[in-house]
């Protein structure tokens, strides 16, 4: 397995949840999330991720205009 790449993820993360212990950790993220029916808040806009709805639901509605 890879070497994760924590410090430089972090760096990019848009997670704006103070207490998320998996920024800059993708591929915790990425399988939290999914586990809970949810996308990360890296595949939403800012005002979307702000929110704190990470559904699917949720993501649909925002990329509909």
Do not use: V
């Amino acid at each position: 397995m890879t070497e994760c790449k924590q410090p430089s993820n972090k760096q990019k993360c848009s997670c704006t949840y103070p207490g998320c212990g998996r920024k800059g950790i993708c591929c915790e993220c990425i399988r939290y999330h999914l586990a809970n029916r949810e996308l990360p808040g890296c595949c939403f806009s800012k005002e979307a991720e702000r929110t704190y709805d990470r559904s699917f639901e949720n993501f649909a509605r925002t990329q509909i205009k």
